[in-house]
């Protein structure tokens, strides 16, 4: 028990830079406080104590704000930073290495019991500020969903999940190897380039009509060159290309 608290501890230093010592987060940090009092939760849901469990999830709750059903199954080094509003239902899985931030619900859509009816979040997942990922599937190691999402379906190994409802950002196979762990840390779940498919497409439908205008001026001056009529576009019907950029972004 003691070597996972040493371990929990340690991975809260090495990714919040306000972590200054243990004393400190062993202190004053909830999200690692509601970590070890789910521990005592889930021994005793797991040794048949449910209502002992329910009681000290409930404490916790009180304690901390942060919500974890005794019947989850949280991994080692997990980190919850700030936590406040993080709901966790009863057959969630978060995989070891995670990171949750503020406002996260980890929720079902199904209320068949003695099913799985939340998700799974495989190693070194990072769930953005208040994101909801709602259903029994599985967000792949390393993969990241952005702040605010409402993430519905499964996220491949290293990708980024955006938006509501979330669209899915793939990224490089070497971001699905354990090497991944090493790279820098992404604040909140979110890429530095915004990669948002949906941006991305509407900038390249936008692009592409900008590339027919120009086809058209020019066959319009080829026409008026050979004599032949061919009215101007007046300037109030002109593509404005830069201004449909900004409204994207």
């Known amino acids: 028990m003691f070597r996972h608290l040493r371990q929990d501890i340690n991975s809260i230093i090495e990714r919040d830079p306000a972590a200054r010592n243990a004393w400190e987060v062993l202190t004053c940090y909830p999200g690692l406080q509601a970590i070890v009092m789910h521990r005592w939760a889930h021994w005793c849901w797991t040794h048949s104590l449910k209502w002992f469990g329910r009681f000290i999830s409930y404490l916790a709750r009180i304690i901390t704000g942060i919500e974890i059903h005794p019947g989850a199954t949280i991994g080692r080094r997990v980190f919850i930073d700030h936590g406040f ?45 208040g994101a909801k990922v709602l259903g029994a599937f599985t967000v792949g190691e390393y993969a990241k969903v952005g702040s605010n999402a409402v993430l519905l379906k499964p996220v491949p190994p ?16 070497a971001q699905t190897s354990a090497s991944a762990a090493a790279n820098l840390f992404t604040a909140y779940g979110v890429t530095a380039n915004g990669d948002d498919p949906l941006s991305k497409a509407l900038h390249a439908l936008i692009n592409h009509a900008v590339t027919q205008e120009k086809q058209i001026e020019r066959i319009v001056a080829v026409m008026k ?5 061919c009215p101007s576009v007046p300037e109030c019907d002109k593509f404005d290309s830069a201004q449909l950029n900004k409204l994207v972004d």
């Open 85 to 129: 509003g993080v709901v966790i239902g009863e057959t969630a899985v978060v995989g070891d290495d995670c990171t949750i931030y503020q406002g996260v619900t980890l929720g079902g859509t199904s209320l068949h019991t003695g099913s799985k009816r939340h998700p799974t979040l495989e190693r070194g997942v990072i769930i953005g500020a």
């Open 158 to 173: 290293g990708a980024t999940a955006v938006g509501n409802p979330a669209h899915i950002v793939q990224k490089d196979a």
């Open 225 to 229: 060159a050979e004599g032949l009529s």
